[in-house]
């Protein structure tokens, strides 16, 4: 027996037909152009809804070729949300540079603009999240980048109305504070652990033996102890015993005296850590380390170590939150998923010769006697 034919795919004269419009609103509806009212919108939106409206992938994949070949004109604004106390946090704070100039570029390549919003948490009442996400509404922007989302007020907040992704770890989706059955988004964010491994690889290429990894809390809990799991698994290649991971309170005067307890006692060769000028200042004369930088954009310009392509990171939010606006996607995903974007080693100036260090062996240098100086350069 013959299955049951297929009912007939939806296109946009059904949903015009029954919405008493004509199939341009049903588009610009649907594509979140700016033109029809509120109330149009949701009437096109439930209905093409109900109607089990899909796009065909046919047609959409020969708009999105006849597109590529010419810069694409305004298609609408992003809200980039800035919960950080400095309203221009993201444009001259150091570990946090690119991120905002990444979305911005990205955006703008596809035909949209960025927006950025400032509530402080500091300032967050719950009427003025209202009168932010009314705003939003109102001005028809309907995608949402919420980079660093630490607030565990995040997730119960009403966005039934946007397509969201999140830049960065969002700390409170593993923390015993967020709400219950709170909203999880869709997210890009930099490889920490990855990121890690490549440094500790391309360290112990060039002969450093003692490899120590120094993070403070917050850093440990966005990457949710992998990167000092990373440590633990690559010290099993090692042919002797490697310092274990420190992990500070802050890169303040509480982590000053762990910080030099840990120095003394094990002598790392060289330290991998998100803040080298914290360790370098800190760290005793007789034991002080070559450090390598977690994340360039936050030390100097001779730094080595690992550039986690902030940018890259942002502009991969904006393609998924495009991408759910394209398809009509909004409110809370029922299964989330995350872009993880690897960084890349950069050299820099600051760290010992490679055949200057090789030609010192471990029992040379005593693991718990001074260390001799190498050649910087």
């Known amino acids: ?67 590529a070949r010419r810069r694409p004109g305004f298609q609408a604004n992003l809200a980039w949300i800035n919960e950080e106390d400095a309203p221009d946090f993201w444009r001259r704070t150091g570990w946090a540079d690119g991120y ?32 932010l996400l009314r705003t939003l509404r109102a001005r028809g922007i309907r995608g949402v980048l919420l980079p660093w989302p630490l607030d565990p007020a995040q997730a119960g907040r009403d966005w039934s109305d946007f ?20 909203a999880v988004f869709h997210g890009a964010r930099p490889a920490m652990s990855q990121n890690l491994g490549l440094a500790w690889r391309t360290l112990r290429a060039r002969g450093y033996e003692r490899i120590g990894l120094v993070i403070d809390v917050a850093n440990d ?41 840990w120095l003394r006692a094990h002598r790392p060769d060289v330290v991998m850590t998100y803040h080298a000028a914290f360790v370098l200042e800190h760290a005793p004369e007789r034991c002080r380390p070559d450090v390598v930088q977690l994340n360039l954009s936050a030390g100097p310009a001779s730094a080595s170590g690992i550039d986690s392509r902030h940018a890259a990171v942002a502009a991969a939010a904006v393609d998924l939150v495009v991408g759910q606006l394209y398809r009509n ?23 010992s010769r490679p055949d200057k260090l090789a030609t010192t062996s471990a029992s040379e240098r005593g693991l718990r006697g001074s260390r001799p100086r190498v050649a910087r350069g």
């Open 1 to 67: 027996m013959k299955p049951p034919p297929s009912p007939a795919p939806c296109g946009l004269p059904e949903v015009a037909a029954r919405a008493g419009v004509s199939t341009m609103t049903v588009s610009l509806v649907l594509r979140q152009r700016p033109g029809p009212s509120a109330a149009t919108r949701e009437r096109v939106l439930a209905i093409a809804k109900e109607l089990g409206y899909r796009p065909n992938p046919l047609i959409s994949a020969y708009q999105a070729q006849v597109r």
């Open 100 to 131: 905002l100039q990444g979305a911005r570029e990205r955006a703008s390549a596809l035909g949209f603009g960025l927006e950025e919003f400032h509530l402080p948490r500091s300032d967050q009442h719950p009427r003025k999240v209202d009168r």
């Open 163 to 182: 397509a969201v992704v999140t830049i960065g770890a969002a700390t409170h989706l593993n923390d015993d504070s967020a709400p219950a059955g709170g």
């Open 221 to 261: 809990r966005l990457a949710d102890g992998s990167q000092r799991a990373r440590c633990l698994l690559a010290e099993a290649d090692c042919k002797e015993p490697q310092p274990p991971p420190l992990v500070l309170p802050g890169y303040d005067e509480r982590g000053v005296p762990p910080l030099t307890r």
């Open 329 to 351: 996607e909004v409110g809370p995903p029922a299964l989330p998923y995350e872009i993880v974007v690897k960084g890349c080693w950069r050299d820099g100036a600051d760290l």
